[in-house]
């Protein structure tokens, strides 16, 4: 499995490695998960909160969106991996072992 910074900054993949924005990396990777969402890096917030498998980060990331977008998303009706929330910010777990920095 990647690190926790390198499927946070992934942006895309080329067959089994993740493809990992270099700059973004080196720049936001001490962030926690409700930093992240709190300067409106939502997309990394929320690959923050599935690499962590902790509901309550979910939770914060989708609060943090609500009160900064407007948006009225239920935290109670989604869950890490809902096909809901992967298709809003554009994260879908994957299983890969190598990262390509950029």
Request: proline share 3%; glycine share 6%; charged share 25%.
């Amino acid at each position: 499995m990647l690190s926790r910074d390198d499927f946070v900054f992934t942006i895309g993949y080329d067959g089994p490695s993740a493809i990992v924005d270099g700059q973004a990396k080196k720049r936001y990777s001490s962030l926690s998960t409700k930093e992240l969402a709190e300067k409106g890096l939502f997309r990394a917030a929320y690959s923050s909160a599935i690499w962590s498998k902790n509901p309550e980060e979910l939770k914060t990331v989708v609060e943090v969106y609500n009160r900064i977008s407007g948006s009225s998303i239920s935290a109670d009706a989604y869950t890490a991996g809902s096909s809901s929330l992967q298709r809003l910010f554009g994260v879908f777990p994957v299983e890969v072992y190598r990262a390509i920095i950029l």
